[in-house]
């Protein structure tokens, strides 16, 4: 078999594998699994709010997703895209709070995303440094700045930015929201859904083609794959660890688009969810290739949003169960095809 071949069923086999798995779990529960997939088509794909909310939750899932994607070419397992995304949407939150009254929107929602960006890579970049200054694993260092970015967050929303008797900034001014798609023509009604999927999608194609197709990204995979000898053919690892990090924070800050000036329009405690430890499932199930990831964060997006439609029936938890065998067994099956 083709190696291209083979990349392209392991992750189908491997899906349709848990969906299998999942189906006896479903059936062990006593419901029918029949019954309880038909309802989750029903309430995500067939439904346009649900469409609206599977693809709200694809748009932050592809960000964080790209946040891993990134890194792992130069052999960088970033845990820590929670915290990128974290800061990202407490600084898009802060910034649209403050500014001033009468801006144009283009300049607002600009200014809004260029903060979130530059707050993520700044926090990505800090695991970079340790790393190439100090050989500190990026592994432990972004795990640790997932909690510190959580702590930080929270000091200075309940001290300094909260509105009083709440847990939230204040709104961000008008000028800086983005509207949902079914404001600005009705579709995936009353849905969160908003054209800062275009953002997600377009980072995709630019990493695409930043790793594929640039004598950068050439440079920089030469570099995960043979530091010694990339470093012999005048290539500085250092340069692309610290450019990967920082790029794949600037895209978990890019969600802050999605969260904050396109849903919440502030930022509250909590309301990143779990986002940036699901975008790692999507980046590992993608095989961290970018624009296989958009199909992956769909689908991790359906099962999440499908494992709340049917909670009255099973347990949500069982999808998140269905999240981690599917990543299990395409971590399995990749390894069984290399023999």
């Not at 999942?22 to 029903?42: T, V, Y």
């Not at 510190?148 to 967050?153: D, K, Q, Y």
């Not at 009604?189 to 275009?198: E, G, I």
Request: charged share 10%; with cysteine; aromatic share 10%.
């Amino acid at each position: 078999m083709k190696p291209s071949t083979r990349t392209m069923l392991v992750p189908l086999v491997s899906v349709l594998a848990a969906l299998l798995l999942n189906a006896c779990i479903i059936a062990l529960s006593g419901r029918d699994p029949g019954m309880i997939f038909s309802k989750m088509l029903h309430a995500t794909l067939t439904s346009p709010y649900g469409q609206g909310q599977v693809l709200f939750r694809t748009t932050t899932l592809i960000c964080t997703a790209l946040a891993v994607a990134l890194p792992f070419r130069l052999r960088l397992f970033n845990i820590g895209a929670q915290g990128q995304l974290l800061m990202g949407a407490f600084a898009a939150a802060v910034t649209g709070a403050l500014l001033p009254a009468g801006l144009a929107s283009p300049v607002s929602v600009s200014a809004c995303i260029l903060a979130a960006m530059t707050a993520g890579a700044l926090w990505a970049a800090m695991a970079a440094l340790l790393k190439t200054r100090f050989g500190v694993s990026e592994v432990i260092s972004t795990i640790m700045l997932n909690f510190i970015a959580e702590g930080i967050a929270g000091y200075l929303l309940t001290r300094h930015f909260a509105l009083p008797s709440t847990v939230h900034t204040a709104p961000i001014a008008g000028s800086a929201i983005i509207p949902t798609f079914s404001a600005l023509g009705g579709w995936f009604r009353n849905a969160p859904a908003n054209p800062s999927l275009f953002l997600a999608l377009a980072a995709a194609l630019i990493f695409y083609l930043l790793i594929f197709k640039t004598r950068f990204g050439f440079e920089m995979r030469a570099a995960g794959l043979r530091p010694e000898a990339a470093r012999h053919a005048g290539i500085q690892p250092e340069r692309h660890v610290m450019a990967a990090m920082a790029l794949g924070g600037a895209a978990a800050g890019l969600a802050a688009a999605n969260l904050v000036l396109g849903y919440k329009h502030f930022y509250e405690a909590g309301m990143t969810g779990g986002a940036g430890f699901t975008g790692i499932a999507a980046a590992l199930l993608a095989g961290a290739h970018p624009l296989w990831l958009v199909v992956s964060a769909g689908f991790l997006a359906f099962l999440e949003y499908g494992g709340l439609a049917v909670n009255a029936y099973v347990p949500k938890d069982i999808f998140m169960v269905m999240e981690a065998v599917t990543i299990i067994f395409v971590v399995a099956f990749t390894a069984l095809g290399k023999r």
